[in-house]
């Protein structure tokens, strides 16, 4: 899924290869932002070393923020979010049992004091979580602000007629 020597500004990570189908939304949004980053099914439980590891090599290449996503638990993002001060997003996966509603409640329900930024279950939030994070860069980046400007616009003014 990617190069991990290059440089990013948005590290994408998920539980399980099986919150691609989701997560490619988020990808394919930060793709057509212009937004440099790179995607890995890493997950908290199964694979905490791998995570500890992985989180200090992307801030040093360049990722200012992270998202990630999970189902069921979901701790990814909290775990994401107690080892790194640049900030997580965090996107609920419908999982196998509720919904999502698990996930989100999971992933929205930080105690205070290591903040994760909750989005959407889903689709919906995996998009979301691809233009907020380019929001977020974009506040230093006129580059990905302007991409972001044009996202906005083109939705603005889209053919939103009915069929006659
Ligand atoms: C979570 O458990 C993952 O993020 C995924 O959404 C869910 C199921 O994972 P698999 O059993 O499909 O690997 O950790």
């Not at 212009?34 to 360049?62: F, T």
């Not at 979901?74 to 994401?80: E, K, T």
Request: charged letters at 15%.
């Amino acid at each position: 899924m990617s190069d991990e020597t290059k440089a990013i500004q948005v590290a994408v990570l998920m539980g399980s290869p099986s919150d691609w189908e989701t997560m490619q939304h988020t990808s394919a949004m930060l793709d057509e932002l212009g937004v440099a980053h790179e995607c890995h099914a890493i997950s908290a439980h199964r694979q905490p070393a791998k995570l500890h590891a992985y989180i200090p090599d992307a801030e040093a290449r360049g990722a200012r923020v992270f998202i990630g996503a999970a189902g069921g638990a979901a701790h990814l993002p909290g775990v994401l979010a107690s080892q790194t001060a640049r900030p997580v997003l965090g996107v609920p996966m419908k999982g196998w049992s509720t919904g999502g509603l698990d996930a989100l409640l999971s992933i929205a329900q930080m105690p205070g004091g290591v903040p994760v930024g909750c989005l959407a279950v889903g689709k919906a939030g995996a998009k979301n979580a691809a233009i907020l994070a380019a929001q977020i860069v974009g506040v230093a980046d006129d580059a990905i602000a302007g991409a972001v400007n044009r996202f906005r616009e083109a939705q603005s003014t889209k053919d939103t007629s009915l069929p006659a």
